[in-house]
């Protein structure tokens, strides 16, 4: 299971939001580059890079920074924020980014989401944000009214080659990933997912790779020091593990 640090983008800085919520956002670094380096450095072999600013706006914004992370870590990177378009998709692309990440555009339009799939491949992956047990779109701000279940099932069919799963209560709050929503998506789909919002410790770490996930989103507990991204990795590298074989949650 990779581990793969997240570098939320806001105005050319590194910030981290509360549940998606923009008024409640930190920054952590004014150079996101930066932050890139030190997680490579650290050991990471893939970043999650979204940029919050082409979210809200229905488009890209900050490429250029982007490019430059890219170009800096030397690992794969994986973006999402405001791809709603075929054009969107080949910029981030052309800016060397290896993933993109479609949410609302999946969803909501049937032809792109085909475009891309064809296009992209493997190099796709399709956001799978909820609230409450329902799928949330644009920016985290509406709510679509749909179970995750039934949409998910609904991108299988339609060819989605994997997933990132984001619980928006529980991102940024440190209180632990939706280990049900999780173990559903990875037995129900099929497809290689990857969890993100509410990893806390190394234990969690372990308690998703136990799941099968492909890879876990990091970001709030590697920017308040809970772990470092070293030990977690580390960690997962030896055999064995603590991971519940009881959890109730499962």
Not at 41 to 69: F, K, M, N, S, W
Request: net charge negative; hydrophobic share 45%; aromatic share 4%.
């Amino acid at each position: 299971m990779e581990v793969i640090p997240a570098i939320d983008l806001r105005g050319g800085r590194a910030v981290r939001l509360v549940q998606g919520d923009f008024s409640r956002e930190t920054t952590f670094a004014d150079d996101p580059v930066a932050v890139a380096r030190r997680w490579q450095e650290e050991g990471a072999t893939r970043l999650h890079v979204v940029d919050l600013d082409g979210a809200r706006a229905r488009e890209p914004l900050q490429l250029g920074v982007v490019r430059a992370i890219a170009r800096a870590a030397g690992v794969p990177v994986q973006l999402g924020g405001g791809i709603r378009s075929e054009e969107a998709a080949r910029q981030a692309v052309d800016a060397g980014v290896d993933r993109v990440v479609v949410g609302t555009a999946a969803l909501e339009d049937p032809g792109l989401l085909a475009t891309l799939v064809e296009s992209l491949g493997q190099r796709l992956v399709v956001a799978l944000d909820a609230r409450g047990g329902r799928v949330v779109v644009r920016a985290w701000e509406s709510d679509s009214g749909r179970p995750v279940g039934e949409v998910a099932r609904e991108l299988v069919a339609r060819g989605a080659p994997r997933f990132l799963y984001t619980q928006v209560e529980r991102d940024g709050m440190l209180e632990g990933p939706d280990f049900a929503g999780v173990h559903y998506l990875v037995h129900a789909t099929g497809r290689p997912v990857i969890a993100s919002g509410g990893v806390a410790s190394i234990e969690h770490l372990r308690r998703l790779a136990e799941l099968g996930v492909e890879g876990a989103v990091v970001g709030m507990a590697l920017y308040r020091g809970a772990f470092r991204l070293t030990e977690a990795l580390a960690a997962l590298a030896r055999p064995g593990s603590a991971a519940s074989e009881s959890d109730p949650a499962l």
